[in-house]
């Protein structure tokens, strides 16, 4: 299989597949606004929407600092998932019944997203076929069968676990063992997505301002370098791009995930593979891997590669390095080995927010106007949409037009993290961390042990994911 034809970067194979579009005109000058959303991606989009179509007189503005889109929201893996990060934590802190509810708000965002896009005709090359997650080795599918009887504890009652051979009668994944599969899931195409929302969101009312990066987020205040919005509730919905705000370099770490898609494989291939579900596809590796058969039937498959750069720099418009583009296709063959000989048409990288305990959170200071929404550790197809239907509820609550509501119980909300440790220990962390999971990864390739390695174990304390 050769890269040498591989399109690096270009943002990512799904803007290459749509094109990369024209940016809306910048902020003209100082401006007021009733919400000044910070952050053209999902999760402004989101807010935007639900809040417009609460109240529709509402002056809502929108700053993006290159085109919605640019960030996670145009580069992700197109996974629509229920997956939350920090549920197990907040069960700790809030009970099991909190986070069984915040679990069962996560099954129901799934379909709210699918339906939200058929209303507004967004096309979005929407597939509900579930999430499956296969395990290929011993220790992965003890990890499995321990993950599948967590989440039906947690409500997943409609979860299935299915053996080797019924694995590979759905997805036929080279060496399976055993899969765990959930219909609250579905693989969609991330920039008809957002570029669908982006558009409605405006045919509603709502000013977007492209090219218009916010320096600085003050209470009422939102500092651009062609004038600053001001505004009741200013909304930071950055995610890994935080730490470009000033003050914020070491709320979220901005963690690296790559991708690469393949050219349109022949049926051939797929008589091999199976996958006519249309499932999006993960695996029990501490590396982990996800992936998804598009629309127009490649595969796109992604994992984490360079994890992190250095003072929470960010990538030059997707690039992404060779070598994680060769260990990326290394994943692809082993699983598929009918792939071998496909071509890689796009390759590409992006970043993620992640806070310091591996927790999202939704937050509005009532005493500042400020809200947040972020910190979805690779979890935000979904989650971005039951984050701004919760700060919809928290700007109503607040606005005395309403209550409490379920949304704004649930023990996200108003979540506190500590922040990151300076450099060059972050750097050095989070560079070991997945160095030990790569390492226990090998490992357990070749170990007939079912117990998870004891390395990945001890990298899970360090980094404070369990």
């Given at each position: 299989m050769s890269t040498v034809s591989t399109v690096n970067g270009g943002i990512s194979f799904w803007y290459a597949d749509r094109g990369t579009p024209l940016?809306?005109?910048?902020?003209?000058?100082?401006?007021?606004?009733?919400?000044?959303?910070?952050?053209?991606?999902?999760?402004?989009?989101?807010?935007?929407?639900?809040?417009?179509?609460?109240?529709?007189?509402?002056n809502i503005t929108v700053l993006e600092a290159k085109f919605c889109g640019y960030g996670a929201s145009g580069r992700n893996g197109g996974w629509l998932y229920n997956g939350i990060a920090g549920r197990d934590r907040y069960a700790k802190h809030h009970g099991h019944e909190a986070a069984v509810r915040l679990q069962q708000a996560m099954n129901e965002t799934v379909d709210e997203v699918v339906r939200v896009a058929a209303e507004e005709n967004i096309d979005a090359d929407i597939h509900q076929g579930g999430v499956l997650e296969v395990a290929y080795t011993p220790a992965q599918l003890a990890r499995l069968k321990d993950f599948h009887s967590v989440e039906i504890a947690f409500g997943e009652t409609d979860r299935v676990l299915r053996g080797a051979r019924e694995t590979c009668e759905r997805v036929n994944v080279t060496g399976a063992v055993g899969s765990t599969w959930t219909p609250h899931g579905a693989r969609l195409h991330p920039v008809k997505l957002v570029q669908g929302l982006a558009a409605t969101v405006e045919a509603l009312g709502v000013t977007i301002h492209e090219s218009t990066p916010v320096t600085e987020i003050?209470?009422?205040?939102?500092?651009?370098?062609?004038?600053?919005?001001?505004?009741?509730?200013?909304?930071?919905?950055?995610?890994?791009?935080?730490?470009?705000?000033?003050?914020?370099?070491?709320?979220?770490?901005?963690?690296?995930?790559?991708?690469?898609?393949?050219?349109?494989?022949?049926?051939?291939?797929?008589?091999?593979?199976?996958?006519?579900?249309?499932?999006?596809?993960?695996?029990?590796?501490?590396?982990?891997?996800?992936?998804?058969?598009?629309?127009?039937?490649?595969?796109?498959?992604?994992?984490?590669?360079?994890?992190?750069?250095?003072?929470?720099?960010?990538?030059?418009?997707?690039?992404?390095?060779?070598?994680?583009?060769?260990?990326?296709?290394?994943?692809?063959?082993?699983?598929?080995?009918?792939?071998?000989?496909?071509?890689?048409?796009?390759?590409?990288?992006?970043?993620?927010?992640?806070?310091?305990?591996?927790?999202?959170?939704?937050?509005?200071?009532?005493s500042t106007g400020l809200g947040w929404a972020g910190g979805y550790v690779g979890s935000g197809v979904a989650t971005t949409n039951l984050a701004a239907r919760t700060l919809r509820d928290l700007i109503q609550q607040d606005s005395g037009q309403s209550g409490p509501t379920e949304l704004t119980t649930l023990p996200w909300v108003g979540h506190k993290v500590r922040r990151w440790e300076p450099e060059p220990f972050r750097w050095l962390g989070v560079h070991g961390m997945y160095a030990a999971y790569r390492a226990a990864d090998r490992r357990e390739l070749t170990s007939p042990r079912a117990g998870t390695d004891p390395v990945a174990k001890v990298a899970d304390r360090l980094a404070g994911r369990h």
């Open positions: 940016a809306r005109e910048p902020l003209p000058g100082d401006a007021t606004a009733d919400i000044c959303i910070v952050g053209g991606g999902y999760t402004g989009l989101w807010t935007a929407y639900y809040l417009k179509k609460a109240v529709p007189f509402l003050k209470p009422k205040h939102a500092h651009t370098p062609y004038g600053t919005v001001r505004a009741p509730y200013i909304l930071r919905c950055t995610e890994g791009f935080t730490a470009n705000l000033k003050g914020q370099r070491r709320t979220w770490l901005p963690m690296n995930s790559s991708m690469i898609a393949t050219e349109p494989l022949p049926a051939s291939v797929w008589d091999t593979i199976g996958w006519d579900g249309h499932e999006t596809l993960g695996d029990m590796a501490h590396a982990y891997m996800y992936a998804q058969r598009t629309a127009d039937d490649r595969i796109a498959l992604g994992g984490r590669g360079v994890p992190y750069r250095y003072g929470s720099g960010t990538d030059n418009d997707g690039r992404t390095q060779p070598a994680t583009i060769e260990a990326l296709r290394d994943i692809l063959v082993r699983f598929f080995p009918s792939t071998a000989g496909a071509r890689i048409d796009h390759a590409w990288s992006g970043v993620l927010g992640v806070p310091r305990d591996w927790c999202a959170t939704v937050t509005l200071d009532r």
